[in-house]
């Protein structure tokens, strides 16, 4: 019997257009992969709702080191009983697109569901000077579904206490065919990856140790391709569509310094990487320029000197905006409450504000000053903006269009002194664009 054709083929594009309406999001999200007709009406009739998309910010997660939970730093929301409300059960790992990925489980919290992860595959012998670390992946504008990835980077500890074979110390690193386990949720399981390597590798494993590396590993998908912060400052560009990756040489500044404040980020232009200057009040920021050759390179496009000397800031002051700490956490052993208990950790489905509206307060710029222990906090992902910590107390905001600095609100969780003692300290940060695509979760979060 002789197969039929596509019939949709057959349909005037509004009438198309009108069955695709009918889909839920995450089904017209899948619809749009089907064909690059169906995406071009998609896209011409708005079917896929921009409201229902990560496209603003709802404020940053942090991570503070003896704290259970991750703190919640936002703009107050609009009106009383809105915005962050039920606690996140851990601490965020990674974000991508409104997911954030947590120790065994996937979650959406404006949407309130959390999927767990099956059991990691056992390391292999080969590893043993190897650790792996976890990143998300989720573009909803291209399907429902998300991945997880457990990337390899070098162990410095075994590097320095092991005795390696001089083989394997002269290895390429990354090696030219990259062997990693990713997690799909099409399949529930996790499955065997390799990604095989264009150019040349960022040196041998005994080039790049002793390893210099930021507070934090960062990634950011960005176009199909998941770029990742490795040893030395290199990055490293897994393309998702053909499995291969290429790594790219980090600023030339980069390479000839030690342990620096660096964030690779997400904003208006695509992927950045930020230095700011331990020690110093110079904060440099570069844009990623690719050609289709492949060919890719670090432009540097704001090296600043911010204000100095900075005026001291007011930590006493109980800041209720323009952004607030949501103060989740409390210290158990001592039964301090630090929350009520209709306040525990995820976005409500009303806290989205309008990316055109959460430009950042102007009537408290800061003038003048020593940064004052100033460290990144991550960039806006829709604007060329800054933020920092001061001294872990206030969140700063710098605006790289008008050199503008703006304190936005205290980021210091209440008895924080009482609960890390000598140990306070800011681990992660995550700026969070919530997603309100729906879902099938197995376990909801409230």
Request: charged fraction near 20%; aromatic fraction near 10%.
């Amino acid at each position: 019997m002789e197969q039929q054709g596509d019939m949709t083929q057959l349909l005037p594009d509004d009438a198309l257009a009108g069955v695709l309406a009918r889909l839920a999001p995450r089904g017209i999200a899948a619809s749009r992969c089907v064909c690059k007709a169906w995406r071009d009406i998609i896209d011409a009739h708005r079917i896929l709702r921009p409201d229902l998309l990560p496209l603003s910010l709802a404020g940053i997660f942090i991570e503070f080191r003896e704290l259970r939970y991750s703190e919640f730093f936002c703009r107050p929301p609009p009106r009383q009983g809105l915005g962050v409300r039920d606690r996140i059960a851990c601490s965020v790992v990674d974000h991508c697109n409104g997911l954030l990925l947590l120790y065994d489980s996937v979650a959406n919290p404006v949407m309130g569901w959390e999927m767990p992860l099956p059991p990691r595959p056992p390391p292999s012998l080969e590893m043993e000077c190897l650790l792996e670390d976890d990143y998300l992946v989720f573009d909803p504008t291209t399907s429902p579904h998300y991945q997880v990835f457990l990337i390899p980077r070098l162990n410095s500890i075994e590097l320095e206490t092991t005795q390696i074979k001089p083989t394997m110390l002269e290895s390429e690193w990354p090696p030219s065919s990259y062997l990693m386990w990713v997690f799909s949720s099409v399949h529930g399981q996790w499955e065997e990856k390799t990604f095989i390597r264009q150019g040349p590798p960022a040196g041998t494993i005994a080039e790049l140790s002793p390893i210099y590396l930021c507070d934090a590993r960062r990634a950011v998908y960005w176009r199909g391709a998941l770029y990742v912060h490795g040893e030395q400052y290199f990055v490293t560009r897994l393309s998702l569509l053909d499995s291969t990756y290429q790594v790219i040489k980090p600023p030339n500044i980069l390479q000839s310094a030690g342990s620096q404040d660096c964030y690779l980020g997400k904003s208006k232009k695509g992927v950045y990487y930020v230095l700011m200057h331990r020690n110093s009040s110079r904060l440099q920021v570069w844009v990623l320029e690719e050609s289709r050759d492949g060919y890719a390179e670090w432009m540097l496009e704001h090296d600043i000197d911010l204000p100095v000397p900075l005026p001291r800031l007011n930590y006493r002051r109980q800041a209720y905006g323009p952004w607030i700490l949501q103060d989740v956490n409390y210290n158990e052993d001592k039964r301090i409450t630090i929350y009520n208990d209709n306040e525990s950790t995820i976005v409500d489905h009303d806290s989205e504000w309008n990316s055109d509206d959460d430009a950042l307060d102007t009537e408290d710029m800061v003038g003048a000053g020593n940064h004052n222990g100033a460290s990144l906090l991550g960039l806006h992902p829709f604007k060329e903006i800054v933020f920092l910590s001061s001294g872990m107390r206030r969140g700063l905001a710098y605006h790289l269009s008008t050199s503008k600095l703006e304190d936005i609100g205290s980021i210091y969780p209440k008895y924080y002194n009482e609960i890390s003692g000598a140990f306070g300290d800011i681990q992660d940060f995550f700026p969070y664009t919530p997603c309100r695509m729906e879902y099938l979760p197995s376990k909801t979060l409230f």
